[in-house]
């Protein structure tokens, strides 16, 4: 028998499982895994998503997961952006990605000034580089350069947003280290994580197991929804398919306002028993919340308003929900937050989430 939901139904029961309504994170590492990892491309925006479903927040706390526990990697993941992930996690990730290939194509090397025999070179010459310490990026450079008296890859791998070190990064050969002065590093997982060993994992489980990590906080969705989340699409077919064919037995179909979706079978139940959500919210820029979601999805996201959500550059903004609905953006602006709404939002539970908000970005400045 097939289980009918609507899409305000849905996005309760999608913020209830991303700890947003009611906020219930017990801790950065749990917020982080439930999400599926957190866009880290801007770093405030990432520890705010954190913050904002962390029940007590403590400053510090993903820096200390980072560097200290180590029980937190920063590396490039989905859609080739910087992501926190949890460090036992980031086999399963390294393992879809590195899977991909798509550094070989002779596309992908044209548009980037490189040839294959130099791709090559970079995949084996930085885990030699970076074996047993941390470099900067400068110093991986020299390194890389050093190592295959190739001077013209100074320019490529110095250019752009660090393109030709991400197949590194889906390989699980490469990932952020502790800063140095101000400055980034870059550390090998094989000796900063341990037990990690790239390839380890096979693509197939991997992909499972992100398949079923992405529906216990964005189901239901859709497997074209997923390939775009992971990849803008970029999976393989057969692959797509073999993910969401091998956790079949976990799958149950649903329909929200008449569309075919899926949602992992043991959460059914409680989708089907929950209301729609009247609360209001604040979610930084590049939330999961947003991300994890078609851009078409206009129950989430008003046609009208996508502009001003999803803009130039793949820049996602900060968005004010209500009823699970994005209902506005924000900004911090002038020690405060200046808000611009597209819809009617209660005024009491507004002011506190805008209060709440502001009170998590005091607390994330330097000396406050």
């Known amino acids: 028998m097939s289980v009918s939901v609507t899409w305000p139904q849905a996005l309760a029961w999608r913020l209830r499982r991303q700890f947003v309504d009611p906020v219930a994170g017990p801790d950065a590492v749990s ?4 999400l599926t990892g957190v866009q880290a491309q801007v770093a405030s925006s990432a520890e705010l998503a954190v913050a904002v479903r962390h029940a007590a927040p403590r400053p510090g706390e993903i820096d200390d997961a980072l560097w200290r526990d180590r029980t937190l990697v920063k590396t490039w993941t989905a859609r080739g952006t910087l992501h926190l992930v949890p460090a ?3 086999a399963a990730h390294t393992a879809v990605l590195g899977s991909f290939r798509h550094w070989e194509k002779g596309s992908w090397q044209r548009g980037h000034g490189v ?8 995949l084996e010459a930085v885990p030699a580089a970076l074996a047993g310490r941390a470099l900067t990026r400068e110093e991986l450079v020299e390194a890389v350069i050093a190592a295959t008296g190739d001077a013209h890859l100074r320019e490529a791998l110095t250019s752009g947003w660090g393109v030709l070190l991400k197949p590194l990064s889906f390989l699980g050969e490469l990932c952020y280290g502790p800063p140095r002065a101000g ?12 037990g990690h060993r ?15 990590s992405f529906l216990s906080a964005h189901g239901p969705t859709t497997p074209e929804a997923f390939d775009a989340w992971l990849y803008r699409g970029g999976a393989r077919k057969a692959a797509l398919r073999g993910w969401f064919g091998d956790l079949a037995p976990e799958l149950a179909e649903v329909e929200v306002e008449g569309r075919p979706m899926t949602i992992l079978a043991e959460h059914l139940d409680d989708l089907a028993a929950t209301a729609p ?32 959500v999803s803009r130039a550059a793949g820049w996602i903004s900060p968005v004010v929900v209500h009823q699970g609905r994005v209902a506005g953006v924000w900004e911090a602006k002038d020690g405060g937050i200046a808000l611009d709404l597209f819809e009617d939002v209660p005024a009491a539970p507004l002011a506190a989430a805008v209060e709440r908000v502001e009170a998590l970005l005091r607390r994330g400045r330097p000396g406050a």
Do not use: C, M, N
């Open 31 to 34: 917020v982080v895994r439930r």
């Open 88 to 90: 036992d996690e980031l």
């Open 115 to 122: 040839g294959a025999a130099e791709v090559a070179a970079i």
């Open 183 to 194: 400055r980034v590093t870059f550390v090998s997982p094989r000796d900063w994580l341990a």
């Open 198 to 212: 790239p390839g380890s994992l096979p693509p197939e489980e991997a992909g499972v197991r992100l398949v079923r």
């Open 277 to 308: 959500t009247a609360g209001v919210h604040l979610l930084p820029g590049f939330d999961q919340y947003i991300l994890g979601a078609p851009r078409d999805l206009t129950p989430l996201l008003p046609a009208a308003a996508r502009p001003k």
